[in-house]
């Protein structure tokens, strides 16, 4: 069936070929499509989702929560409530990040035959695509292979013989970032504002419409079936480190290439940058970068030989979240950047909880007098103030704290910027009548 | 009033729903895409076709962004202002929308041609910046001047 020998070392851009639209189920499967579902379902669910846990699969969508574990605390068997539901989180606004896009519009059923096998795992028989708003073209691809899907008997009834239904849907968004987070997504899909849900019940007990319900971003998807196929193994072999399988790695700012690669999990951050994004512009120096989008603290010059993988950039003070970069570089303004990023947040808070609604905006507006030479002298002992009371257990969801990652790293990384931008600040209060 | 066509529309997603009130945010763009924005009369209608109060119907249409409470140009204009757009040019790619529309942000031109609004990353920030007319992506607008946008802009009668 398939045309390949030997198991791809790339295989989420396998069959993506730049600027050509993405293969139809017969090239598809002439790639090797559909031999993951195939022998998924000849295995029993629990088999399958034991299969994820033990190729080291963790979530692509920013938390790196392991996979096989998110789809093992959905409740099976006979006692188990008759409709469960699986979600593909395709809200992809995290600033800076591009990947899901690229896996959509280059490969959708790639990504439709890894949400089959996770409907069949976790007992599913209905999923859906949350997919941003703005993603026109990757709407275009999903509704198009969709269709095909449902005619050649890969979603619907009885699919490729067997005895398992699996109908998908896709549901585009109105906009919104608060929307990625899991139970704002499911709020969203239940057709009510996007606010996000006390936790526990855990969606994988009590989701969508209060059945047990996963979600999981479009990456982790993609990985599915793959893994299916060609077994934990190589796919662990395919990692730098003890985090399985490749990465949908990018980076942007003014860097001589910008761009997203997939590459072996822990790939160092200086490979990235430097091999595959060319480096920055001529004349350009690093100063820092956000390993994995806004919500994910500053690393600086010193951390280049990190490999990004979940646990490392931990340790080295920040998160990977989406592994997507942004370049800071010795031009830009940082005070200018974080509170371009601070707005970001500020705009895009659902507004339930009090400290976040209230709180962005007051951070936003300290930037940005800070970076109009109005600030206070007691400015940076408010922000300083403002990372904990909007930091983590202080606010309803992960919003805010996320906002204060990058705040407050480059606090830490560029005090003196903040420090000058104060005194510059004072010097012109002093100077007025 | 809801016209035949949206009805026939809604019931499609309907379908995919276990519950009706679901169908809400398509509701809305089903609605908007024919109409060009959802008025309060058409927030009723909703309402009613769903079984839901038009206060419920409200509180969702003014939480997103993308679905007009009030009426837009014929073409809307979404400027990314996120970070890496921010970084490689999106200030001075706004000043030259504003300039050559004569609008602000929020604003419409007087022809009813067009609304410009910002938008938050488009994910496409290796092409940055960027922006979304209707629903097409413009990328690489680093190095924009006004004769290359007032060319982008012609395309948008």
């Known amino acids: ?433 | 009033m809801l016209s035949p066509d949206e009805i026939a529309e809604i019931d499609r997603e309907l379908a995919h729903y276990e519950q009706p009130a679901a169908a809400t945010i398509e509701a809305l763009k089903i609605v908007q895409r024919h109409r060009g924005w959802v008025s309060d009369e058409a927030v009723a209608a909703i309402a009613a076709k769903l079984g839901c109060s038009p206060a419920d119907v409200d509180a969702v249409a003014t939480f997103y962004n993308l679905i007009y409470r009030r009426p837009v140009g014929r073409h809307v204009i979404h400027v990314c202002d996120s970070v890496t757009c921010w970084m490689l040019g999106e200030p001075r790619l706004t000043e030259l929308l504003k300039a050559q529309l004569g609008i602000d942000y929020g604003q419409t031109t007087a022809d009813g041609r067009f609304t410009l609004l910002p938008i938050c990353c488009l994910g496409t920030c290796d092409r940055a910046p960027a922006m979304m007319i209707d629903e097409d992506t413009h990328r690489d607008l680093e190095s924009v001047d006004a004769a290359r946008l007032s060319a982008i802009l012609e395309r948008y009668p």
């Open chain 1, 1 to 433: 069936m398939s045309a390949r020998t030997s198991p791809p070392s790339k295989p989420l851009t396998d069959r993506i070929r730049p600027n050509h639209p993405p293969y139809g189920l017969a090239d598809y499967e002439r790639h090797g499509g559909y031999q993951g579902l195939r022998a998924a379902l000849k295995m029993s669910p629990q088999d399958v989702t034991a299969l994820m846990k033990s190729a080291g699969l963790r979530g692509r969508g920013g938390a790196g929560f392991p996979t096989g574990v998110k789809w093992s605390l959905v409740p099976m068997g006979e006692n188990a409530p008759k409709q469960k539901y699986i979600i593909a989180n395709g809200d992809e606004m995290e600033p800076g990040t591009f990947k899901d896009r690229l896996l959509l519009e280059g490969d959708p059923l790639q990504f439709i035959e890894g949400i089959t096998i996770g409907g069949y795992a976790i007992g599913a028989s209905i999923g859906y695509v949350f997919l941003r708003a703005e993603y026109v073209e990757a709407a275009r691809a999903l509704r198009k292979a969709i269709q095909e899907c449902y005619a050649r008997n890969r979603l619907g009834r009885n699919i490729l013989g067997s005895d398992f239904h699996f109908d998908l849907y896709l549901h585009t968004s109105a906009g919104r970032y608060i929307c990625g987070e899991e139970t704002a997504l499911i709020n969203s899909l239940e057709g009510k504002r996007a606010i996000p849900r006390a936790k526990p019940p855990f969606p994988a007990t009590s989701g969508l419409f209060g059945k047990p319900t996963v979600v999981n971003n479009i990456e982790t998807l993609c990985n599915v079936p793959h893994i299916v196929h060609y077994g934990a193994e190589w796919f662990r072999g395919l990692s730098k480190g003890k985090d399985g399988g490749t990465k949908i790695y990018g980076a942007s700012g003014k860097l001589r290439r910008p761009g997203a690669w997939e590459l072996p999990m822990g790939t160092t951050v200086r490979e990235i940058l430097e091999d595959h994004a060319g480096g920055l512009r001529a004349g350009l120096k690093l100063r820092g970068f956000l390993p994995g989008g806004a919500s994910t603290d500053f690393l600086t010059a010193e951390h280049l030989d990190v490999p990004m993988d979940f646990d490392s950039i931990a340790k080295a003070g920040s998160r990977m979240g989406t592994g997507m970069m942004i370049v800071l570089d010795d031009q830009t303004d940082v005070i200018g950047m974080v509170r371009n990023l601070e707005r970001f947040f500020a705009r895009e808070s659902c507004g339930w909880c009090t400290p976040c609604r209230d709180g962005l905006p007051w951070v936003e507006k300290i930037l940005a007098s800070l970076e109009a030479g109005q600030g206070r002298p007691e400015d940076l002992t408010i922000l300083r103030q403002m990372t904990r009371l909007l930091g983590p257990g202080r606010t309803f969801c992960a919003h805010a704290p996320g906002a204060m990652e990058p705040l407050q790293s480059a606090l830490g990384h560029f005090r003196l910027d903040f420090e000058r931008a104060a005194a510059r600040s004072a010097a012109v209060a002093g100077g007025r009548p």
